[in-house]
């Protein structure tokens, strides 16, 4: 049979070639990101790389053979600064509060991540590591595979519907270059109208009562809701 001459197509398995640059691939992505965080996803491209970097295109072209290339490696790199707690998995409701807490942190920090998660394959090492240890809090409890990945799905839809917010809240102030407490400044006279009329009490308690909840608390009794549900819905994770 003849040795398939045919390179790899995923980037995972596609090495650099080294040039006389000096950059590195590593470098090309964190100046990607870089980008994205401060300009979004649509800032990025491989000439703007290449400026910023002080280096040509053909130089980043060594790395990377296109921009999606780029968006794949990008993220598995944000995937890769996701802290995996050291807990046995025994300790399944701890581990997977931390990781949960961790997982949200680096959402919040690459908004863009939430795009590239449900617009990419989702196969880079990085990712695989994390997604395993997730696996490995249900399954290594004696749940089976299938249970375990709906487990896995449930924790992450919290947290991902929670980050979708936060970051659509985010983008919503940057656009109109005002703050929470603006925003809320300016909806107040509406809202006392809506509510003279009586016929949204509880919602008027909220108003009178001013909550504002704090997004971290927030988050954890949320989470810790989703953990309680799961416990009493597999029992035998124990916890």
């Known amino acids: 049979m003849p040795h398939d001459e045919t390179p790899p197509n995923l980037i995972w398995e596609r090495p650099s070639r ?3 640059s000096g950059l590195s691939r590593d470098q090309i992505v964190r100046a990607a990101m870089l980008i994205g965080d401060t300009e979004g996803l649509d800032a990025i491209s491989i000439r ?40 046995p998995p025994a300790d399944w409701r701890e581990r997977s509060r931390q990781l949960a807490t961790a997982t949200r942190a680096v959402y919040l920090r690459h908004p ?37 990945m709906q487990l896995v799905g449930v924790v992450q839809a919290y947290v991902g519907g929670v980050v979708a917010y936060e970051v659509a809240e985010a983008e919503h102030s940057r656009r109109l270059d005002m703050s929470e407490e603006a925003k809320r400044a300016a909806a107040t006279p509406y809202v006392q109208r809506v509510v003279a009329g009586g016929q949204l009490p509880n919602f008027a308690r909220f108003f009178a009562a001013q909550v504002q909840p704090d997004p971290e608390q ?5 989470l810790d809701c ?6 009493a819905r597999c029992p035998q994770l124990g916890g």
Request: some cysteine; hydrophobic content about 50%.
């Open 48 to 87: 703007r790389i290449a400026t910023d970097l002080g280096s040509g295109t053909m130089s980043l072209y060594r790395h990377i053979d296109s921009k999606e290339d780029l968006l794949d490696l990008m993220l598995d790199a944000a995937f890769g600064e996701i802290g995996l707690p050291d807990l």
């Open 112 to 148: 863009w991540l939430t795009v590239l998660t449900i617009s990419r394959p989702t196969i880079g090492p990085s990712y695989l590591r994390w997604f395993e240890c997730w696996l490995a809090s249900f399954a290594d409890q004696g749940l089976d595979i299938a249970t375990a």
């Open 226 to 231: 989703v953990l309680a549900g799961i416990a």
């Open 218 to 222: 927030s988050f954890a009794f949320g």
């Open 18 to 20: 080294a040039g006389r």
